[in-house]
């Protein structure tokens, strides 16, 4: 039972473009949202977060988008940078669990 | 350098043969966790540990032991490994504050076994 779902497994984006990753979740007890990157051979780091009672959050070129009558989630990247090729994990914390349910992530790749 | 240490990063074992992956972090962090990556299946959490002593089972617990006798280690146990153990294994730290759920990871440990 995939509570958290990324159905892209890819994305290809062009550099100076904008990345959409999406990401949908069934579990409307999660409070708390995030995204994680990860490059080969290292292990996921934090990108930014959400709380449920927010819509939008932006920490530069990366904004987390959250539609909770949709259970939706996005990420922009805006604008893409050939850096920015790498796995991005979506995460949701159930409200007062002890875990993180991760998404089954989505590889960008940003051409140059 | 505020990190989270594991050891092997990479192992090929057999059927049955006990092994152990050792995880450190330096951070003084309350919480540790363990996760493995699967293809298809993103992460899913083994164990888990709220401080010294205390430790709880994940979402796929089977087949795994842990135990966390010092604040920094939070060795994973395999005691009789299996084919469908082979996967990516991440250990994982945070505060023990309530609702701050942002890990740092390690680098990952690859296990294969055969």
């Known amino acids: 039972d995939q509570q958290v779902k990324q159905n892209s497994p890819s994305l290809s984006v062009q550099e100076g473009r904008i990345s959409i990753l999406n990401c949908d979740y069934t579990?409307?007890?999660?409070?708390?949202f995030l995204w994680y990157k990860k490059y080969p051979a290292e292990g996921p780091t934090f990108l930014i977060s959400i709380s449920s009672i927010k819509d939008k959050n932006e920490d530069g070129r990366f904004t987390v988008f959250l539609n909770k009558s949709a259970k939706h989630l996005s990420l922009h990247i805006v604008p893409s940078q050939p850096g920015d090729s790498a796995v991005y994990f979506c995460?949701?914390?159930?409200?007062?669990?002890?875990?993180?349910?991760f998404g089954q992530g989505t590889r960008l790749t940003i051409n140059p | 350098e505020a990190q989270v240490t594991q050891n092997p990063r990479y192992l090929i074992t057999v059927t049955g043969k006990k092994l152990t992956v050792t995880c450190s972090q330096n951070?003084?962090?309350?919480?540790m966790s363990w996760y493995r990556q699967d293809p298809g299946l993103g992460l899913r959490q083994i164990y888990y540990?709220?401080?010294?002593?205390?430790?709880d089972k994940g979402d796929v617990p089977e087949g795994y032991k842990v135990s966390r006798k010092e604040k920094r280690n939070f060795p994973l146990i395999l005691e009789s490994p299996s084919p469908n153990q082979t996967s990516l294994y991440f250990c994982?730290?945070?505060?023990?504050?309530?609702?701050?759920?942002?890990?740092?990871f390690g680098a990952g440990s690859r296990l294969t076994v055969l």
């Open positions: 540990s709220m401080n010294v002593e205390v430790t």
């Open positions: 995460a949701a914390s159930p409200q007062g669990a002890q875990k993180l349910v």
């Open positions: 994982a730290s945070r505060p023990g504050l309530a609702g701050a759920n942002v890990l740092t």
């Open positions: 579990n409307s007890m999660f409070d708390y």
């Open positions: 951070m003084n962090h309350e919480y």
